[in-house]
């Protein structure tokens, strides 16, 4: 989910990804997750100047894989810590785009 705001020359959007908590026939659970991402925009006289930052709360999270991987891989191919994929923390994002 998202919402935006637009106003020239700016461009300003919050959005959601929800993962949610689901379990299977034998029991096994994964728990969801949700992170908010802020990104916004400026339009300069030439290009565009653009900014992001994921995981706004730097939510502490292990991916939907990283709860399943476990089940498949340990401790046939390794301990269940090696497959324990976590979410990515705060993440800052810029760029400055040109188009021609």
Same mark, same amino acid.
């Given at each position: /989910? ?19 908590? !689901?379990?299977? /026939?034998?029991?096994?659970k ?15 006289? !030439? ?7 994921? @995981?706004?709360?730097?939510?502490d999270?292990?991916? !939907? ?16 810590s ?5 979410g ?6 810029? @760029?400055?785009? !040109?188009?021609?």
């Amino acid at each position: /989910a998202y919402i935006g705001w637009a106003p020239d020359p700016w461009s300003l959007r919050v959005q959601s990804t929800t993962s949610f908590d !689901v379990s299977d /026939a034998q029991g096994y659970k994964v728990d969801g997750y949700t992170t908010v991402d802020l990104l916004g925009s400026y339009q300069l006289p !030439v290009g565009t100047l653009s900014f992001s930052i994921e @995981n706004l709360f730097d939510r502490d999270y292990t991916t !939907v894989w990283g709860q399943r991987a476990p089940l498949y891989y340990s401790p046939g191919y390794g301990p269940a810590s090696l497959y324990d994929y976590k979410g990515r923390g705060r993440t800052f994002g810029l @760029n400055y785009s !040109v188009l021609f």
